[in-house]
């Protein structure tokens, strides 16, 4: 597979010229990104690659066998970094912490809340307006009414917020209030959704799915990458297993790896991954130890008064002791990437 990648202020002529040159070869193409700098992904032709480089407005072009080209280190080396806000960023050293409840359940709840985990050292809120639950005679969230506390809690606390959105047909009216798009593990095979938000500009957060493969979700984010949307955000939340000890396992090996071969930032779900509070801690620093891009915490005022998910909410309290064992982890490991060679040896 070819990835080529037309110079930034290319003329359309030239991207159709490139275009012309693949199809008389019949090879199959297709051009995403921004019109400003394109790619060209063009299956069956990886022979005349040399050719199409000396072509008029191509920049650079790369050949890799991955079926997600555009998800590839092999194709993009360098880690993926972009704006959440003005003053956010995610990827290659800049973390996010995500905090908030699984639902928004009431004004004074996700106020609290938002206030709560600003203060303690998250940088995004979560909250969920719409839940997909396994039984449909659970809570599921308060819809647009959910959102709308969100919207008030972000106008209160300055925090982005992160919510998961259900299907193409709510993206029109969610996209202006949301500033990061979830896509929840139970529809990380919803093609028709991963579409529609590759062709929004909004950063989106893709689970992975309770059974998907690593390459089966580097699929997944090739098809909202291939939409034209760079900005997508990894998130690993646990596997389903044989074992019935926490409520998934959480397979942090995926972290390294997945970094070792996409660009792509990763964070953890240290919450939906174990369904145990008292496990959230250490695997939270272990998340970070393994490389995470950053967290996602389950927390509420009151868990016990949770309508979804208490068991697995810490408290205000509890998040605020889990931020300071992470900022000192994260002062440590920042410091080994300052200097790489030094040795300290015990005296």
């Not at 959910?146 to 047909?169: C, D, F, Q, R």
Request: net charge neutral; with cysteine; aromatic share 4%.
């Amino acid at each position: 597979m070819l990835v080529i990648h037309m110079a930034r202020g290319c003329k359309s002529l030239e991207v159709a010229r490139v275009c012309d040159f693949l199809e008389r070869r019949g090879c199959s193409l297709r051009v995403v990104g921004s019109f400003e700098s394109p790619y060209i992904v063009s299956n069956g032709c990886e022979k005349v690659g040399n050719l199409v480089l000396s072509l008029p407005g191509v920049k650079t072009v790369t050949s890799t066998k991955k079926p997600y080209p555009l998800a590839s280190r092999e194709t993009f080396p360098d880690d993926n970094v972009f704006h959440i806000t003005e003053d956010i960023k995610v990827g290659g050293g800049h973390r996010l912490i995500m905090a908030g409840p699984c639902s928004v359940e009431s004004r004074s709840q996700i106020l609290e809340t938002a206030s709560g985990v600003k203060t303690l050292g998250a940088n995004v809120l979560r909250g969920g307006a719409f839940k997909p639950r396994t039984n449909p005679y659970s809570f599921q969230g308060l819809g647009s009414e959910g959102i709308n506390l969100l919207v008030e809690a972000k106008e209160k606390t300055g925090l982005p917020i992160v919510t998961e959105i259900m299907s193409p047909e709510d993206l029109e009216w969610l996209e202006p209030h949301v500033d990061i798009l979830q896509i929840g593990a139970r529809n990380m095979m919803n093609f028709a959704l991963l579409k529609a938000v590759g062709r929004t500009r909004k950063p989106v957060l893709l689970k992975r799915g309770m059974m998907a493969t690593v390459d089966e979700w580097l699929q997944a984010a090739e098809y909202i990458l291939a939409g034209g949307n760079h900005k997508v955000i990894l998130c690993e939340r646990g596997i389903r297993s044989f074992d019935t000890s926490t409520r998934n396992t959480l397979d942090l090996s995926v972290v390294p790896l997945v970094k070792s071969i996409s660009h792509l930032p990763v964070i953890v779900d240290p919450s939906h991954g174990t369904g145990r509070k008292e496990l959230i801690k250490p695997m939270s620093m272990a998340a970070m130890a393994a490389g995470a891009d950053g967290l996602m915490i389950e927390v509420h005022p009151r868990p016990h008064e949770a309508l979804s998910d208490g068991a697995q909410s810490l408290t205000l309290e509890e998040f605020g002791d889990l931020m300071e064992s992470v900022n000192r982890l994260c002062s440590v490991l920042d410091e080994e990437v300052k200097a790489p060679c030094g040795l300290r040896i015990a005296m």
